[in-house]
């Protein structure tokens, strides 16, 4: 089974979205799973713990209890991997 993806989007997101962002570290990306903070327009992510995609991935899974979309967002220059699953 291929995991979809989306966007990220401030529009788009609940207060129960998971968000897994992506970062490019050297040639490896890394993911942070975060909770948005709807209330602080400044700092509107939790940080998270820096780790692997496949773990990030994972994670993201576990904390989606709704269901709903896991939204992605890239940050800088990272790019996404198709085989983490398909992002629309």
């Known amino acids: ?3 979809t993806f989306r966007y990220y989007s401030k529009e788009a997101a609940t ?3 998971v968000l897994l ?7 490896r990306a890394i993911g942070f799973v975060d ?17 692997s995609m496949p773990e990030a991935i994972r ?4 904390r989606n209890d ?3 979309p ?3 967002k890239l940050e800088e220059d990272a790019e996404w991997d198709p ?6």
């Open 21 to 27: 962002r992506v970062v490019q570290r050297g040639d």
């Open 70 to 72: 896991i939204m992605v």
């Open 35 to 51: 909770t948005i903070d709807f209330d602080n327009e400044d700092t509107p992510f939790y940080p998270t713990e820096e780790m």
């Open 15 to 17: 207060p129960d979205t």
């Open 66 to 68: 709704t269901g709903g």
């Open 59 to 62: 994670l993201a899974e576990n």
């Open 83 to 88: 085989r983490w699953g398909k992002l629309e």
């Open 1 to 3: 089974m291929t995991l």
